[in-house]
């Protein structure tokens, strides 16, 4: 399109309008002439007109200083300063002069060119001269290829919506939509936008901006369907380029008179257009390959409603049916390739071919002879490539192999090869085609013979005058009653009778053969890497460990060991004493020896002992538990008088010899004696024979063990070293047969209680653990027809024991543990003046090691086979007069209701006998998502703070089963009226407790009722109670108790689906179970009532009490806080 500058004679100044033509158009050219030369009055007439229409006036309030703002915030939005070429922007001082016009210093800047004069002078085009528009506003903008990195809505258009005639960006890093705005401008000429990034649908009422003629949109990720309105009523767009988007649907270009190139290539078009091909006589090419067109393209409408038509592409889409009718002489270039087309090709093509015109026909299924094919639709779905004898159900020998304006020529040439053809093509070499003696031809230049540039496959002709490349010879594989079919085969791989071998009979079987094998192999390699793994990395440090002897700088483990009951066995046993200890002490050596230990210091009966690694250290303990427990003791055997005097030890008896043992195996379960500090070392057993009476005593040994690990700086010795000291004082915790070890020591073996769980009487196997790990992976891929292998019963088990603190002495009588009750005494609003817990103290806090040396953390761990031994133990630890429970939040593992009832270790079952009834409680804070990670960390500590004021408050019953990182709470208790009373306690607690400032905002702002009382304050609770029988109690990787049932997921879902801030939900039975237990703890009520309370008339029996106002809570701690200083 050009602009044309007319004199207007009767205004004596010159106006610009634009002319629908183009520069080499003759017929617009003659009419301009015929029109000046005949009617020159009636010309005058309609340039007047012209010359009154308001083109210029779309948008009059643009000025030079609002566009150099807008081109510094282009600047600031699309990362001017990385910019390739930025020369002279945000210069606002430089003084510009372009042509003689002394223009503002942003038409000076890169890319940036400006009008230039009002008027146009004759013989000058606007679109190239810069003339017709106001001077110093922005005539173009062209930062091509400048690495524009930005979004593309941070453009204010409307700005140069006055007088931009071009948008020149591509090749950028532009993002974003191309936005509604943009569709503002009303002289924009091109728009180049071009290998960026732009994304979502084209904005509707493109075709509002009649003079656009240039639009590129190409190697976008723009989607959507292409709108209706692409072009208004007078659209001038000619060139639209859409290719390599996600573009969808079919395209409505009635409107669009004017175009003459479309280029819509690599989308996901269904339709050439929307419905019937309109009528486009300027449309000169069409590209639309490579997209998921389907369908048969009618025939006729090529011919009668795109009479101009050059060039059409549509190669690599889904097309099928017979080839479409092709009359205008006009055409130069047409690409069908790679399509499903059948048949022949139509006579109608005479009328185009010439030598010039490139014609793209192959990777298709047409033919020249075949007959019954296969349907359009089936050959549209069908996925992979049929043979072309496939394809057709016959063949019809007396056909013409070409048309009659086609034939073969001599020149034979390569046949292409591409991934999806109908026959073989490798090796092939097949003739040209050319125009039959049938035709009229004329030399054209550049092309002086008659051949033609068509591709077109072999197998269309029937492989007629082909041939094979050198050492390869051309095979008959024609099937009976089917199109010929020929391939090149070398002459080794040829059948003597023809036939084809296996491999090319079943090719397919060869990918399998390639899979399989490769699959074996990764197989193999994966299960001797899985079998052995580090084995020989692991020996390697072993036996340096055993070089070194003890440590002299680093991390360390110490265990210190010792027989309980040793003093009372050594007065009461003497002559037996040192055959004990020396057997005590071999296996002790024994069992250090395999888990490359060495001994610090021996005292009596007492080892201390120093590993490198933790888990050594640990394999040692339950290598030596198991070894004792197997071993024969000796037996004190006690004679009357009157006998003759025998041996002191006649024979040893092993305690368990009548369980069923296996050597490679600990004990599965033992009689837990009582320890023999606090009665008698012995068990004895009598014997009956006449009147003589002999008396034998089992002594059975119990070791206990602490551990503690700590870190040796160099130089330091190990004497009297702190780690030593507290793993004594750990060891001074635990009874007889029992291993303790504090937090540290627990962080470093939690991860490795698969390969603990293998250690037995004779050291650690990890071949187990290697078998294992390979059957668990042919159990991943097979796990719909076999269940995977569980591992976590035979993992070592490790159980928490709480946390404990040392009180300082002027202390020590003040901290008492609170015994348990079953009472709910009513609780004054003091009971919530609560200060937040230490900054150690987190939602996963208790499963943490204790930073603090006044805290001791203590776990223990136990084989699979003897964990049940635990039960006999319990809670009971020999702690110290100065060591007390840290809080209700640190409860050991055996303080859980009902886990004294629960199976440990290996089990087949979850329990032998039901379980015992359990209430769950899950708590909430709502709307936690809105706090930050920081906040989090301070809302937490209030909230654990009171979780454990309010479990003090139902007097010891109540666990900390798990916490969760979005300050959830998951607690279990044995009477369902302690879990209400603790959950109406928290929900008081909440609303007393001392938040950070972010506690106190929106949503969690404090709301008072009508009369002025404190209803809602800070974070709320959603809290979900449950009560029934769990299915199992396990503990989960930190020793804590976890429940499974029903129970746990109907209160997990009661929290989650049903309450919100400040509720509790529960069941109906929950609640009147509560009602009963808290009206029993009352004086008798009326007839009535006793019969049967109802919540209505038992809560005000309840030992739940509304809190006094949060004014009042702060006037008791102002007056605490005076008397205090007093």
């Keep these: 399109f050009q602009h044309i500058s007319v004199c207007d004679n009767i205004s004596n100044h010159s106006v610009a309008f634009p002319i629908v033509s183009t520069l080499n158009d003759p017929y617009i050219l003659a009419w301009l002439c015929r029109g000046l030369a005949e009617d020159s009055m009636l010309f005058l007439v309609l340039l007047l007109g012209a010359c009154t229409q308001p083109w210029a006036a779309f948008a009059s ?53 400006c009008c230039l004069s009002e008027t146009c002078e004759i013989g000058d085009r606007p679109d190239i001269d810069r003339c017709g528009c106001e001077p110093g506003l922005a005539w173009a903008i062209e930062l091509d290829s400048n690495n524009l990195e930005g979004n593309f809505s941070s453009m204010d258009h409307s700005i140069f919506a006055c007088e931009l005639f071009g948008l020149r960006l591509p090749n950028n890093k532009l993002k974003g939509p191309i936005g509604q705005d943009f569709t503002v401008y009303r002289k924009l000429g091109y728009a180049e936008l071009q290998d960026n990034s732009l994304q979502g649908p084209l904005p509707k009422g493109l075709g509002d901006i009649f003079s656009l003629w240039l639009f590129f949109l190409a190697r976008n990720l723009l989607e959507g369907p292409v709108p209706a309105d692409i072009c208004g009523e007078n659209s001038k767009l000619f060139f639209l380029s859409l290719e390599k988007n996600r573009f969808s649907g079919g395209i409505d270009l009635a409107k669009c008179t004017q175009l003459g190139y479309f280029y819509g290539e690599g989308n996901n078009f269904s339709a050439v257009f929307t419905s019937a091909i309109p009528t486009l006589p300027t449309l000169r090419g069409v590209y639309m390959g490579q997209n998921n067109i389907r369908g048969v393209i009618p025939r006729g409408d090529f011919l009668d409603r795109l009479p101009h038509l050059e060039e059409l592409g549509l190669f690599q889409n889904h097309l099928s049916g017979p080839l479409p009718e092709m009359t205008m002489f006009s055409m130069q270039y047409i690409s069908f390739a790679d399509n499903r087309f059948t048949g022949r090709i139509p006579n109608t093509w005479s009328r185009v071919a010439r030598p010039d015109l490139r014609v793209f026909l192959q990777t298709n ?197 010792d027989i309980q009951g040793w003093t009372a066995l050594c007065a009461q046993f003497p002559e037996l004493s040192w055959k004990v200890l020396s057997i005590h002490n071999s296996i002790l050596r024994k069992a250090r020896w395999n888990n490359f230990g060495s001994t610090h210091e021996t005292e009596g009966d007492s080892f201390t002992m120093v590993f490198y690694d933790a888990k050594d250290a640990v394999a040692f303990c339950l290598q030596a538990q198991q070894m004792l427990s197997m071993q024969q003791w000796p037996i004190h055997k006690e004679i009357n008088s009157e006998e003759q005097s025998t041996p002191l030890m006649s024979s040893y008896v092993n305690p368990v010899s009548d369980l069923p043992l296996k050597k490679s195996r600990s004990i599965s379960s033992l009689s837990i004696l009582q320890p023999l500090s606090s009665s008698h070392p012995l068990t004895s057993t009598t014997k009956h024979h006449g009147v003589d009476q002999d008396k034998n005593v089992n002594i059975d040994v119990q070791v206990r063990m602490g551990l503690a690990s700590g870190f040796l700086c160099p130089g330091e010795s190990l004497h009297a070293h702190p780690t030593i000291e507290f793993a004594k004082e750990v060891s001074d915790a635990a009874v007889g047969g029992q291993i303790l070890m504090e937090g540290s020591t627990f962080d470093a073996i939690k991860d490795v209680l698969g390969e603990l769980g293998t250690v037995d009487a004779q050291g650690m196997h990890l071949d187990r653990l290697r078998m294992r790990r390979v059957f668990s992976w042919p159990a991943f891929f097979l796990c719909r027809f076999i269940a995977p292998p569980s591992a976590a019963s035979e993992d070592a088990v490790v159980l ?169 709470l998951m607690l279990c208790f044995s009477k369902p009226e302690a879990a209400l009373a603790w959950s109406c306690a928290m929900q008081e607690c909440m609303m007393a407790q001392a938040w950070p400032r972010a506690a106190l905002k929106e949503p969690f702002k404090e709301k008072r009722d009508q009369h002025g009382n404190l209803i809602f ?110």
Aim: hydrophobic fraction near 35%.
């Design 365 to 561: 299924y047409l033919s020249c002879c075949g007959t019954n094919p296969l349907p359009a639709e089936e050959l549209t779905v069908v996925a992979d490539t049929l043979r072309i004898d496939e394809v057709y159900q016959g063949v019809d020998y007396s056909a013409p192999i070409l048309p009659p304006f086609l034939e073969l020529s001599d020149v034979l040439e390569p046949v292409r090869v591409f991934p999806r053809q109908s026959f073989k093509a490798t090796g092939l070499r097949c003739p040209q085609l050319k125009l039959s003696e049938l035709v009229d031809f004329e030399p054209i230049p550049g092309h002086p013979t008659s051949n033609l540039q068509w591709y077109l496959d072999p197998s269309y002709y029937m492989f007629e005058k082909c041939v094979c490349e050198e050492g390869l010879q051309l095979v008959n594989l024609t099937k009976p009653g089917r199109l010929p079919y020929l391939e090149c085969q070398a002459p080794e791989l040829v059948a003597s009778d023809g036939s084809d071998s296996w491999e090319e009979a079943y090719p397919w079987a060869i990918v399998i053969i390639v899979v399989v094998g490769c699959f074996l192999l990764i197989t193999m390699l994966l299960g001797l890497y899985l079998y052995k793994g580090t084995e020989v990395v692991q020996r390697l440090n072993n036996l340096k460990k055993r070089m070194h002897g003890l440590p002299t700088s680093g991390p360390f483990t110490a265990v210190v060991t």
């Design 800 to 968: 928490d024991m709480g946390t404990y603190t040392k009180s300082r002495p002027d202390q020590e009588q003040k901290q008492t543990r609170p015994a348990p009750n079953s009472s709910f005494p009513a609780r004054s609003s003091r009971s919530f003046l609560l200060t937040p817990l230490s900054p150690k103290l987190s939602l996963t806090g208790y499963a943490q090691k204790s930073a603090s040396p006044e805290e001791l953390h203590l776990y223990q761990v136990l084989s699979a086979a003897g964990a049940e031994r635990a039960k006999g133990w319990g809670s009971n630890l020999r702690l110290k007069s100065r060591l007390s429970l840290k809080d209700s939040l640190s409860k050991g593992y055996f303080d859980a209701p009902g886990t004294l009832a629960a199976p440990l270790g290996i089990s087949k079952s979850p329990a032998d006998a039901s379980l015992p009834l359990v209430t769950t409680v899950f708590a909430a804070v709502e709307h936690a998502r809105v706090f930050s990670s920081r906040e989090i960390r301070h809302v937490e500590r209030g909230l654990l703070a009171c979780a454990c004021t309010c479990l003090d408050q139902v007097k010891g019953d109540g666990y900390l089963c798990r916490s969760f990182g979005n300050l959830k």
């Design 61 to 113: 309030n643009c000025t030079a200083q609002d566009q150099q703002q807008a081109l510094v915030d282009i600047y600031n939005a699309w990362g001017g300063p990385g910019w390739r070429r930025k020369d002279n922007w945000l210069d606002t001082s430089l003084e510009c002069e372009d042509s003689g016009t002394q223009l503002p210093a942003h038409c000076c800047w890169h890319g940036v060119l």
């Design 1017 to 1126: 304050r800070g974070p709320r609770l959603r809290i979900g109670i449950s009560q029934g029988r769990p299915k199992s109690i396990q503990p989960d990787h930190l020793g804590r108790a976890d429940y499974h049932g029903d129970c746990v997921n109907s209160a997990a879902r009661f929290m989650e689906g049903a309450a919100q801030g400040g509720q509790i939900v529960c069941e109906q039975d929950v609640a009147m179970r509560a009602a009963e237990a808290w009206a029993a703890t009352q004086p008798s009520a009326e007839p009535e009532q006793a019969l049967g309370p109802t919540l209505h008339t038992v809560h005000s029996w309840s030992p739940f009490q509304v809190p006094q106002s949060y004014l009042q809570v702060q006037q008791q701690q102002q007056q605490q806080q005076q008397q205090q200083q007093q």
